[in-house]
């Protein structure tokens, strides 16, 4: 919709173009602006989502343009943005009359009945645009798939790109669109496919490779998006998001070395990174490498004081090497700078539990379970200096209390029945250990670090020599 006027002016034209418009508003001084100027002053302001500033420049536009259907359709194009539907379809009725073979005065059409949610109406108004399109049918076809993509009616945007595609097979506008509809729908493996049919045709597009990278990083195929950013960065070295996301899937798939080695890569373009620094130091910190690990650390730290995953990646490193107390001061000033951080402080729970500082652990871990309910381990191992305090009442009064958000946990499952088996409530505990063994049959182990042999009924008993 936008290519006649975008055409007459090359980009650095355009800024030029606003500068004078902008100057002429501060000095109060009119001066003469030709329709094409005004339709990429108003563009301009919609592209920088200062629809304030368009209907302005609309207005003064008519004042010396009355008569100009192409500001019509900007009026209109305006009133969709500020999703005024209804306003829009009464002035394009009556620029239908006038200009019925225009075919953005359908496209327009239909982006209000989209709006309205009347879709038959609205892939009539399409179809029309398409039918009086001529040679242009591309275009229309491509601002159709925006018009519906735009209002999330991505199935439609199939329909229409899918019937492109058999006119343009080898227009990579109408495969990224469909590509990226898919992947909204959910459909990945349809969006895979159509970069995949996008690349077969050009293999040296970095964009395609790149989302695909990202594709198959969301179904955890790890080696096919390490591959896919591989491809990215050979094809441009300078590709610095490429290198970063082939270092978060190497550390998401365990491959900690090969994900240094692309953070490095990362480093060596963009070098004022913090994070990507802690990145490493987890790196390092899981190949137990702790001395890199908190360099890398320590080098997030001079670059940007408040990183609190630095502090944390050092306390984390003190915490291994037994180094309690400098851990705890690293936690704490992690926690200082992220206060609502769960994990911060289950963490510091653990450390204090190390240290046998039973109530500031506990504090730590409610602290934990208040900003996460959902962090299981806080709540077994409060439960556990419950436990060993000989408050076993207490210690299931807290798993109960916390199962309702854990109980798909089969370790924490396993760990409500052996309290209860150890505290001769075997009928309950019956309930915990059969939902526990039905998503990990190997852990039921841990009842027996409670549990005397004479409390563990035979309906328990019979389960486990099934294994055997």
């Given at each position: 919709?936008?290519?006649?006027?975008?055409?007459?002016?090359?980009?650095?034209?355009i800024?030029?173009?606003?500068?004078?418009?902008?100057?002429?508003?501060?000095?109060?001084?009119?001066q003469?602006?030709?329709?094409?100027?005004f339709?990429?002053?108003?563009?301009?302001?919609?592209?920088?989502?200062?629809?304030?500033?368009?209907?302005?420049?609309?207005?003064?536009?008519?004042?010396?343009?009355?008569?100009?259907?192409?500001?019509?359709?900007?009026?209109?194009?305006?009133?969709?943005?500020?999703?005024?539907?209804?306003?829009?379809?009464?002035?394009?009725?009556?620029?239908?009359?006038?200009?019925?073979n225009?075919?953005?005065?359908?496209?327009?059409h239909?982006?209000?009945?989209?709006?309205?949610?009347?879709?038959?109406?609205?892939?009539?108004?399409?179809?029309?645009?398409?039918?009086?399109?001529?040679?242009?049918?591309?275009?229309?076809?491509?601002?159709?798939?925006?018009?519906?993509?735009?209002?999330?009616?991505?199935?439609?945007?199939?329909?229409?790109?899918?019937?492109?595609?058999?006119?343009?097979?080898k227009?990579?506008?109408f495969?990224?669109?469909?590509?990226?509809?898919?992947?909204?729908l959910?459909?990945?493996?349809?969006?895979?496919?159509?970069?995949?049919?996008?690349?077969?045709?050009?293999?040296?597009?970095?964009?395609?490779?790149?989302?695909?990278?990202?594709?198959?990083?969301?179904?955890?195929?790890y080696?096919?998006?390490?591959?896919?950013?591989?491809?990215?960065?050979a094809?441009?070295?300078?590709?610095?998001?490429?290198?970063?996301?082939?270092?978060?899937?190497?550390?998401?798939?365990?491959?900690?070395?090969?994900?240094?080695?692309?953070?490095?890569?990362?480093?060596?373009?963009?070098?004022?990174?913090?994070?990507?620094?802690?990145?490493?130091?987890?790196?390092?910190?899981?190949?137990?490498?702790?001395?890199?690990?908190?360099?890398?650390?320590?080098?997030?730290?001079?670059?940007?004081?408040t990183?609190?995953?630095?502090?944390?990646?050092?306390?984390?490193?003190?915490?291994?090497?037994?180094?309690?107390?400098?851990?705890?001061?690293?936690?704490?000033?992690?926690?200082?700078?992220e206060?609502?951080?769960?994990?911060?402080?289950?963490s510091?729970?653990?450390?204090?539990?190390?240290?046998?500082?039973?109530?500031?652990?506990?504090?730590?871990?409610?602290?934990?379970?208040?900003?996460?309910?959902?962090?299981?381990?806080?709540?077994?191992?409060?439960?556990?200096?419950?436990?060993?305090?000989?408050?076993a009442?207490?210690?299931?009064?807290?798993?109960?209390?916390?199962?309702?958000?854990?109980?798909?946990?089969a370790?924490?499952?396993?760990?409500?029945?052996?309290?209860?088996?150890?505290?001769?409530?075997?009928?309950?505990?019956?309930?915990?250990?059969?939902?526990?063994?039905?998503?990990?049959k190997g852990?039921?182990?841990?009842?027996?670090?409670?549990?005397?042999?004479?409390?563990?009924?035979?309906?328990?008993?019979?389960?486990?020599?099934?294994?055997?």
């Amino acid at each position: 919709m936008r290519e006649e006027s975008e055409s007459y002016f090359e980009e650095n034209e355009i800024e030029e173009l606003i500068v004078r418009y902008e100057e002429m508003l501060i000095s109060n001084n009119v001066q003469y602006f030709d329709v094409f100027e005004f339709e990429n002053i108003v563009e301009y302001y919609i592209d920088n989502f200062e629809l304030n500033k368009a209907l302005k420049a609309i207005h003064i536009a008519f004042q010396l343009h009355p008569n100009s259907i192409n500001l019509l359709l900007k009026k209109c194009q305006l009133l969709l943005e500020d999703e005024l539907p209804y306003e829009a379809i009464k002035i394009l009725e009556q620029i239908q009359k006038i200009e019925k073979n225009n075919y953005e005065v359908y496209l327009l059409h239909g982006h209000a009945f989209c709006l309205l949610n009347r879709i038959i109406d609205a892939e009539i108004k399409f179809n029309y645009a398409i039918n009086i399109s001529l040679d242009e049918a591309d275009e229309v076809y491509i601002n159709i798939a925006s018009i519906l993509m735009r209002t999330e009616k991505y199935s439609l945007a199939i329909k229409y790109l899918e019937k492109a595609i058999l006119l343009y097979p080898k227009n990579f506008d109408f495969l990224y669109e469909i590509a990226s509809c898919y992947e909204q729908l959910g459909d990945i493996n349809n969006s895979i496919k159509y970069y995949n049919y996008l690349l077969d045709i050009e293999p040296y597009t970095e964009n395609a490779w790149f989302n695909l990278g990202l594709l198959y990083e969301k179904i955890g195929k790890y080696d096919k998006s390490i591959e896919a950013y591989e491809f990215v960065t050979a094809i441009n070295e300078n590709y610095s998001i490429a290198y970063l996301n082939k270092g978060n899937v190497n550390l998401n798939a365990g491959n900690y070395k090969a994900a240094i080695k692309s953070y490095k890569e990362y480093i060596s373009i963009n070098d004022d990174c913090p994070e990507i620094y802690c990145y490493i130091g987890e790196c390092y910190e899981k190949l137990a490498e702790y001395k890199y690990a908190k360099e890398y650390y320590q080098k997030a730290i001079n670059f940007d004081h408040t990183i609190s995953d630095a502090w944390f990646g050092l306390g984390i490193v003190e915490m291994y090497l037994d180094n309690h107390f400098k851990s705890i001061e690293y936690i704490k000033k992690a926690i200082q700078i992220e206060n609502n951080n769960s994990d911060y402080w289950y963490s510091l729970g653990k450390v204090k539990l190390k240290l046998e500082l039973f109530n500031e652990s506990k504090n730590a871990f409610l602290k934990a379970i208040e900003l996460d309910v959902y962090d299981y381990e806080s709540w077994m191992l409060l439960a556990e200096i419950f436990w060993n305090e000989e408050n076993a009442d207490k210690a299931i009064t807290v798993l109960l209390e916390g199962y309702k958000y854990n109980n798909s946990i089969a370790e924490y499952n396993y760990k409500l029945a052996a309290y209860l088996l150890a505290t001769n409530q075997a009928k309950n505990a019956i309930k915990y250990f059969k939902t526990a063994y039905k998503d990990d049959k190997g852990g039921y182990e841990i009842i027996f670090n409670y549990a005397k042999e004479n409390q563990i009924p035979l309906e328990i008993k019979s389960i486990i020599k099934k294994l055997f």
